[in-house]
């Protein structure tokens, strides 16, 4: 007998506690602090629902859930060169790209 499983578990955000608190550990933007609940799918059909046991950070960009005090660190640049952290900055959006990117990874502009 051969059974197929299409079904899996996500996080979604039940409620939003306190609207921008904090900012996101992977892409530096707003982050609500949540309730959230665990959704178990079948055939991409909610079955089952149980609530989160403590609150949770939810970057509103990246849809990252992460622990409410872990805390954001900014990439360091070890170069004191105002022309070499102006060269890794997208010109767009402000944020620090790597250097062997050519798009920024954000926003998608080129550098």
């Known amino acids: 007998m051969f059974f197929f499983f299409v079904g899996g578990l ?6 939003v506690l306190k609207s921008g608190v904090g ?11 949540v309730e959230y609940e665990k959704v178990l799918k079948l055939f991409f059909v909610p079955v089952w629902r ?3 046991k403590e609150p949770l ?3 509103n960009n990246c849809k ?4 409410q005090d872990l805390p954001f660190q900014s990439p360091k640049i070890d170069s004191s060169s105002a022309a070499v ?3 890794l900055r997208c010109r767009f959006c402000d944020r620090l790209v790597e ?3 050519r798009f ?3 926003c998608g502009s080129a550098i």
């Open 57 to 59: 950070m939810h970057c």
């Open 104 to 106: 920024c990874p954000f």
């Open 23 to 33: 900012r996101c550990i992977m892409c530096n933007s707003r982050a609500d602090l």
């Open 99 to 101: 250097p062997e990117f």
């Open 64 to 67: 990252l859930f992460f622990p």
């Open 85 to 87: 952290s102006e060269a």
């Open 10 to 15: 996500e996080q979604q955000v039940r409620q």
């Open 50 to 52: 149980w609530p989160g």
